[in-house]
């Protein structure tokens, strides 16, 4: 059985134009198959040069026949929720912003190990050290951070050292 795009409301060249606007590289992928099939190319052929399989460009084409351009994105997928919840998030991103207190938490700054600890002891919540990386680069967190100053540090004697050190 042939394969047939039956919407007719964009042509070949339509369908490149949209596949250079697209955001989502897979949906520009489509839609270049989608034109190679609107032209008239063998479905294998266009299959091979958007690098698909023939049965999957077909399941392709039924969407697109059927949703149109935007039935061409990838659909959200279920997975696992998240662990911690919106406010969780907020009030670990307040922690973060604030830094440690001293006193109470014994370290200047905060790393991965002592988040995953206090997020356990807050939340209740057990999570690894690399996936607290992952929830702070969500958070718009970087790894760099400015270096720490120690809360006993003598600010005076610091800049009296700099005046007598020899310059480079």
């Known amino acids: 059985m042939a394969l047939a795009v039956t919407r007719a409301d964009l042509t070949a060249d339509d369908l490149r134009q949209e596949a250079r606007r697209a955001k989502d590289s897979d949906q520009a992928r489509r839609l270049l198959a989608l034109a190679l099939v609107v032209e008239g190319h063998p479905r294998g052929e266009a299959a091979r040069h958007a ?77 690894s050290e690399r996936h607290v990386g992952r929830i702070l680069k969500r958070l718009k967190f970087t790894r760099l951070s400015v270096r720490p100053r120690h809360p006993h540090a003598d600010e005076a004697a610091q800049e009296a050292f700099k005046k007598t050190s020899a310059p480079w």
């Open 51 to 127: 690098g698909m399989d023939r049965q999957t460009l077909r399941d392709w084409v039924i969407r697109y026949n059927e949703e149109g351009i935007e039935g061409l994105r990838d659909r959200p997928r279920s997975g696992r929720p998240p662990q911690l919840g919106a406010a969780q998030l907020a009030e670990l991103a307040r922690l973060v912003v604030e830094g440690p207190n001293v006193a109470v938490h014994r370290v200047v700054r905060w790393r991965c190990v002592d988040l995953q600890a206090e997020i356990k002891v807050r939340f209740g919540i057990e999570v």
